[in-house]
C-alpha cells in the first residue's frame, strides 16, 4: 500500500511522532537546542528535496539516523542566520 502526501504539512503531521522521539533523543544526548522544527527543517531542505520516490519508511529512517554533525551545521549557517533561531523551547 502506497500513501501520498498532498501538502508538506500532512507529511510533517505524519510524521511528527518520530520527529519527537528523535529530538528527545538528541536532547537526553545533551544537545538541548535542537527542536523539532530544526530537524524538520534541515531534514526538508537538505535530505528529501535531494531525493525523489521517498517511502515512508524511508523518511522515518532518515529522521532517526540524521547526522547531529550536519544538522548543528545547517541550524548554525541558516536558521540562526535568518533569526528564525530561538534558544528558548
Known amino acids: 500500500m502506497e500513501i501520498e502526501f498532498e501538502t508538506q504539512e500532512e507529511l510533517y503531521k505524519r510524521v511528527l511522532p518520530a520527529l519527537r522521539s528523535k529530538v528527545r533523543e538528541l536532547k537526553n544526548k545533551g544537545y538541548d537546542d535542537i527542536k523539532v522544527t530544526y530537524l524538520w527543517s534541515y531534514l526538508a531542505a537538505e535530505v ?13 529512517s532518515h529522521i532517526m ?12 549557517n541558516n536558521l540562526k542566520r535568518t533569526g528564525i533561531y530561538q534558544n528558548k523551547e
Open 65 to 76: 539516523h540524521v547526522d547531529v554533525v550536519r544538522l548543528n551545521a545547517y541550524i548554525e
Open 48 to 60: 528529501f528535496s535531494k531525493t525523489n520516490d521517498l517511502t515512508l519508511a524511508d523518511i522515518v
